[in-house]
């Protein structure tokens, strides 16, 4: 009798037990490995394509960086082929006064018209050169200044002191305070008394 009642209490058991699965659930562990194998390949994916985005701007940079010198190098090339351009449209009347004043002499006309047509010429240029900052260097009866001045001889003279320009041979220029020519001059040499000693 005990062992009927035993029986009908396992059959109780089993009749009030959840039927099992037979799916094999896999353990936590195993899911949370692959998760995180997920997320990884995720970001070194997204850091690939941030990677190669980066460098697609760097490859451009680089190509309108180059662009940017050659632009730049056609402007300065341009710049000096025609940095002149003023001042030589500003000489071109000087020349045909020039060319005027040569016509004259060749037909042998009047001296005097002649000399005042160079003269006029020879003031045309001095405005053209003042328009452009350019000055003349004061070189006659100053104290030599080697920065300035070129002596090409010494004079010998009591007239000046020494170590002053005597005769300017050639002007010297400035461009603003830039000295583009210095003057070529003769300096003052003081006179030596030679005494002869006789015997």
Known sequence: MAKEDKKKKEDRKTKDAP?????????????????????????????KEQLAAEKDRLLRLSAEFENYKKRKQREIDEFRKFANETIFRQMLPVVDNL???????EKKLDEGILLEGVKLI???????????????????????????????????????PENTVTTVLQNGYLLHDRLIRPAMVVVSKRVENEKTIEN
């Open 19 to 47: 039927e099992k699965s037979t799916e094999k659930i896999e353990p936590s562990e195993n899911y949370s490995i692959d998760t995180a194998d997920e997320v990884e390949n995720n970001e070194i994916n997204s850091l």
């Open 99 to 105: 060319e005027r004043a040569i016509a004259s002499a």
């Open 122 to 160: 020879h003031k045309e240029i001095f405005k053209l050169l003042e328009m452009f900052s350019v000055k003349v260097v004061n070189a006659g009866n100053e104290p030599f200044d080697p920065t300035f001045h070129q002596a090409v001889t010494r004079h010998e003279t009591d007239e000046f």
